[in-house]
């Protein structure tokens, strides 16, 4: 069972990303974050397989950028996988140059990210992939 964790500042959007993966076999959502804070003190407590990560994420420049907080969730959980989500299509290179496993824009259709779901639900199949 892949463990996920939904960050976003936006409510709404974690109850779709709720719903849509919760559609899926294999995937349990395990909680959510609403801010950089909230995001590190659930991966630290939850442990998750896999992070949903808004890459505009409110307080991850307060907590020293994107690249470091990739860091510090790889700190708790050194296999974790994060899938960035943004709404900036252009922040797709620095989102996986920072680290990222995939990157989905938000204006993408929900098939984008399925693909980059089941594309992590493989790896964490297949541990020695990541």
Do not use: N, T
Not at 58 to 78: K, N, S, T, V
Not at 94 to 104: C, E, K, N, R, Y
């Amino acid at each position: 069972m892949l463990r996920v964790l939904l960050a976003d500042d936006q409510a709404w959007l974690r109850s779709a990303l709720r719903f849509l993966l919760e559609q899926e076999s294999g995937v349990e959502v395990i909680g959510e974050a609403g801010d950089a804070r909230a995001l590190l003190s659930r991966v630290e407590s939850a442990r998750p397989d896999l992070v949903l990560l808004d890459w505009e994420l409110p307080g991850m420049r307060a907590a020293g950028g994107e690249q470091e907080i990739l860091a510090a969730l790889h700190q708790f959980c050194p296999d974790l996988f994060v899938i960035v989500l943004s709404g900036r299509p252009e922040a797709s290179s620095s989102a996986l140059d920072a680290g990222a496993d995939f990157f989905v824009s938000k204006a993408d259709p929900p098939e984008s990210l399925l693909a980059a779901l089941r594309a992590v639900k493989q790896a964490f199949d297949e541990p020695a992939v990541h």
